[in-house]
């Protein structure tokens, strides 16, 4: 099994930008598909992105696509995700998870997931 931690949360406001990363230790980091999650207080788990194991394609929910970018360094065993032109309602605990099997835009696709870093954009 792959473990895998966030950071880079953080108390921002409307417009502005952070990077938010992963770091992944134990089994092979480069051979996974990783993506990035959200949930909001009383709202169900959301895919905002995915990138596959060798970083050829990225897949972004409509509503961060043109705003985050996704990218990996399979160096370092760590992904990524810059958010840009952050607004309130990107306000959600952000996850990041090792893909398994299925669709990339389904929590239920990924076998492991980190413990969660908070985003909270104020207007």
């Known amino acids: 099994q792959v473990q895998l931690v966030e950071s880079g949360g953080g108390l921002v406001q409307s417009g502005d930008s952070l990077r938010l990363s992963c770091a992944a230790s134990?089994?092979?980091?480069?051979?996974?598909?990783m993506g990035w999650f959200r949930q909001a207080p009383g709202k169900e788990r959301e895919f905002v992105s995915a990138?596959?194991?060798?970083?050829?394609?990225?897949y972004y929910a409509d509503s961060v696509k043109g705003r985050f970018t996704i990218s990996r360094d399979n160096a370092k065993n760590t992904v990524y995700l810059q958010m840009n032109s952050l607004k309130p309602e990107d306000t959600a605990v952000y996850y990041c998870?090792?893909?398994?099997?299925?669709?990339?835009?389904?929590?239920?696709?990924?076998?492991?997931w980190g413990q969660g870093t908070q985003v909270t954009v104020s207007s």
């Open positions: 990138i596959s194991w060798y970083s050829s394609s990225t």
């Open positions: 134990g089994r092979i980091f480069s051979n996974y598909n």
């Open positions: 998870a090792a893909h398994f099997t299925g669709s990339f835009y389904s929590p239920l696709s990924y076998h492991t």
